[in-house]
Antibody
Framework: ELQLVESGGGLVQPGGSLRLSCASSGFTVSDNYMSWVRQSPGKGLDWVSLIYSGGSTYYADSVKGRFTASKDNSKNTLYLQLNSLRTEDTAIYYC??????????????????WGQGTLVAVSS | ELVLTQSPGSLSLSPGERATLSCRASQSVSSAYVAWYQQKPGQAPRLLIYGASSRATGIPDRFSGSESGTDFTLAISRLEPEDFAVYYCQHYGNSRITFGRGTRLEMK
């Protein structure tokens, strides 16, 4: 069974740092595109980052220069390093797999598996 | 920058009724890159539809997706109590992901 489990969230002061982890099972992170998505309390979904199978990374403008996505293929784990945190970064952070092709081989990129999320609270 | 505008913001219906949720893209996009998700309180989003009209594994056939130009629609033919949730449309392209702001489907 495919599964994603996030960890590493918590309470941090403005300007602080955290590292989130997303451990995967049932598939290989290195072979897939992966994404981080966040959701502020009571709000909608906001894309944060993409990391391609080859390691290229892309970020939303709101986090560019502050957040860094990476992966450890030996641990089959995705990471998100959060630096210079702001109160507006308070959210549940989800990792998700970006599946590019459906079973018929057609290119239909979508987020097919999601973790349960980890809460990051930025407050003094 | 692509913007996905979902309407209505909220919708109040009764079980057994039909729901129609809209998602309008601010520019031309490929339907292959549009998906829909359902999110219930305290849960992660769940994939419903990908490629604008293909149901994900295990999704009941009362859920359907369609597109007309830059307008994308999620329809739920006969609402079940478990269908009351928030629904998001999403686009993938140009190395970024865009979500609509969601439609809250409430039980009347």
């Amino acid at each position: 069974e495919l599964q994603l489990v996030e960890s590493g969230g918590g309470l941090v002061q403005p300007g602080g740092s955290l590292r989130l982890s997303c451990a995967s099972s049932g598939f290989t992170v290195s072979d897939n595109y992966m994404s981080w998505v966040r959701q502020s309390p009571g709000k909608g979904l906001d894309w944060v980052s993409l990391i391609y199978s080859g390691g290229s990374t892309y970020y939303a403008d709101s986090v560019k220069g502050r957040f860094t996505a990476s992966k450890d293929n030996s641990k089959n784990t995705l990471y998100l390093q959060l630096n210079s945190l702001r109160t507006e970064d308070t959210a549940i952070y989800y990792c998700a797999r970006v599946l590019l092709y459906d079973r018929s081989g057609f290119y239909y990129p979508h987020l097919d598996y999601w973790g349960q999320g980890t809460l990051v609270a930025v407050s003094s | 920058e692509l913007v996905l505008t979902q309407s209505p913001g909220s919708l109040s219906l009764s079980p057994g009724e039909r729901a129609t949720l809209s998602c309008r893209a601010s520019q031309s996009v490929s339907s292959a890159y549009v998906a829909w998700y359902q999110q219930k309180p305290g849960q992660a989003p769940r994939l419903l539809i990908y490629g604008a009209s293909s149901r994900a594994t295990g999704i009941p056939d009362r859920f359907s997706g369609s597109e007309s130009g830059t307008d994308f629609t999620l329809a739920i033919s006969r609402l079940e109590p478990e269908d009351f949730a928030v629904y998001y449309c999403q686009h993938y392209g140009n190395s970024r992901i865009t979500f609509g702001r969601g439609t809250r489907l409430e039980m009347k």
